[in-house]
Nanobody, 121 residues
């Protein structure tokens, strides 16, 4: 009943920019923290950035100053603006959210299906 859908992935040259979005929908009662993760081939999934309900953000050092996470509470959407992209940024980017469904129950983590970002010349 809760879905997260990422969009905006694609191919870009090094130094380019790309924007990702993640829209949460369904029987959502509330959303706490949301974040972006990424996973490159042969590597573990890693945190990229997160944002809480107060708008406070965290970006890992490898992307700090280049990536910016933001949110739109009304549309239950988060964004990841990526600039100065590097080949090592290539990965599948996943949206994550801690969601309490209107159907009741506890807060649970939900994941999107991921969107591919490829940085190559």
């Amino acid at each position: 009943q809760v879905q997260l859908v990422e969009s905006g992935g694609g191919a870009v040259q090094p130094g380019g920019s790309l924007g990702l979005s993640c829209a949460a929908s369904g029987t959502i009662f509330s959303i706490s923290i949301m974040g972006w993760y990424r996973q490159a081939p042969g590597k573990q999934r890693e945190l990229v950035a997160l944002i809480d309900n107060d708008g406070r953000t965290t970006h890992v050092s490898s992307v700090k100053g280049r990536f910016t996470i933001s949110r739109n509470h009304v549309h239950k959407t988060i964004y990841l603006e990526m600039t100065s992209l590097k080949p090592e940024d290539s990965a599948v980017y996943f949206c994550n959210a801690i969601v309490r469904s209107r159907s009741g129950g506890p807060n649970l983590p939900y994941w999107g299906q991921g969107t591919q970002v490829t940085v190559s010349s």
